[in-house]
Structure formats: structure tokens, C-alpha cells
């Protein structure tokens, strides 16, 4: 089946610190990516939705310039924290969509761990 | 308002037991509707539906869409302990926007 790849899994930073998030399909070529957070025992909230080569596309309420997606190749897409602080702690989770488009299902990352001390 | 709601929200059987997990939507240009069992990572795929009426089945879980009554159901039988995971329903509005519910959390008992 389709692999995508996330990394890191998991992140502990401090206070202030910028964090960057890659998410790779592996097998196949991704014409969009999508970013997800996940708070415990909720659901996956879409954060961007990004196509390869044109800016990203964010969801209502999510600071583009808080955070910074790059979706450079048909293969990677970038997620960066910028300046980050404890209330950006959370699950992560990119999924890629095949170039087929809206007959493929998207595939999802293993998710990062993000804490924030 | 877009909105996606599964039910039951929490379900704990014994192992040989048959579920059916129920997803509700109201979603404006509805595309399709998917299925992911998350457990402790990422949500991994089981089933894409977009046709009313046609059964989607791998091994002990099956699925249904009834498009008129806007809803799904997944069913599990022979459940196993490795059933136990949260199973999330997604639907597809537009080219881009996957709306989910908070889903169905299950525990299987031994």
C-alpha cells in the first residue's frame, strides 16, 4: 500500500524554538498534502491543505504565519512551527493524496509529537 | 455548518462479537466518504465509499453508504483484541476539505 513518512515522531523543545515537520510519500507521487492536529481523545482538525508548486491553502482560524507549509516536490511537504510555545503542543499528522486526485483516498503519516516546554 | 457525527462514541464487547459503527454527515458537495482505524499512530485506510447501495468488504469488516440518508455504518464480526483502535470516518467536501468525526472508540475483551 502507499507509504508516506513523517519526521521526527517525536520533538521536546523549548519555548521559542522553531520546528520543522517533513512529511515524504514514499511509493507514489502526492499532488496535495494535508496537515492535521489532533488534541487527546479528539478528532484529526485540518489544519492546510497544500499542493505541490502553489502556496498552501490554511483552514480558518490557523496562522499561516505561525505556521509556515512548504510543499516543495511531489514528494515532501514541510510543516514549520514558528516560534513555538506550549499551546502548540500536539499530534501532528500529514497525509499525502495521489495524483489521481478525488477517486484516491489520502494516506496518512505516523504523526509527530510535538511538546513544548 | 459542515459537520460529521459517529456514533456510538465509545464501545467495549467481547472477542467474537459483531459491531456496526454508524457515521452521519451533513456536508455540502459530499465526494466520498472514508473509513481509518487510528491506534496508537496514524490513521491507517480501511475503506473508501462513494456509491449508494454497494457493499465495500476486506476480510471481517464491511461498509455501506446510503447517500439519500446521508449515513454509513462499518460492521466488524468475529471481533478480535486486535480490533481495538478508534475508527474514524471521513467525509470528502470539495476537491480538498476531509471533514471527521470524533470517533468511535472500542475496546475488545479477551
Known amino acids: 500500500g502507499a507509504v508516506v513518512s513523517q519526521h521526527p515522531s517525536w520533538v521536546i523543545c523549548k519555548s521559542g524554538t522553531s520546528v520543522k515537520i517533513e512529511c515524504r510519500s514514499l511509493?507514489?507521487?502526492?499532488?496535495?498534502m494535508f496537515w492535521y492536529r489532533q488534541f487527546p481523545k479528539q478528532s484529526l482538525m485540518l489544519m492546510a491543505t497544500s499542493n505541490e508548486g502553489s502556496k498552501a491553502t490554511y483552514e480558518q482560524g490557523v496562522e499561516k504565519d505561525k505556521f509556515l507549509i512548504n510543499h516543495a516536490s511531489l514528494t515532501l511537504s514541510t510543516l514549520t512551527v514558528t516560534s513555538a510555545h506550549p499551546e502548540d503542543s500536539s499530534f501532528y499528522i500529514c497525509?499525502?493524496?495521489?495524483?489521481?486526485?478525488?477517486?484516491?483516498?489520502?494516506?496518512f503519516g505516523d504523526g509527530t509529537r510535538l511538546s513544548i516546554l | 455548518e459542515d459537520k460529521v457525527v459517529q456514533s456510538p462514541l465509545s464501545l467495549v464487547v467481547h472477542e467474537g462479537d459483531t459491531v456496526t459503527l454508524n457515521c452521519s454527515y451533513e456536508v455540502t458537495n459530499f465526494r466520498s466518504l472514508l473509513w481509518y482505524k487510528q491506534e496508537k499512530k496514524a490513521p491507517t485506510f480501511l475503506f473508501m465509499l462513494t456509491s449508494s447501495g454497494i457493499e465495500k468488504k476486506s476480510g471481517r469488516l464491511s461498509s455501506i453508504l446510503d447517500k439519500k440518508e446521508l449515513f454509513s455504518i462499518l460492521n466488524i464480526t468475529a471481533t478480535q483484541t486486535g480490533d481495538s483502535a478508534v475508527y474514524l470516518c471521513a467525509v470528502l467536501s470539495g476537491t480538498y476539505k476531509y471533514i471527521f468525526g470524533t470517533g468511535t472508540r472500542l475496546k475488545v475483551l479477551a
Open positions: 511509493d507514489f507521487q502526492a499532488t496535495t
Open positions: 497525509s499525502a493524496r495521489f495524483s489521481g486526485g478525488l477517486g484516491q483516498p489520502q494516506h
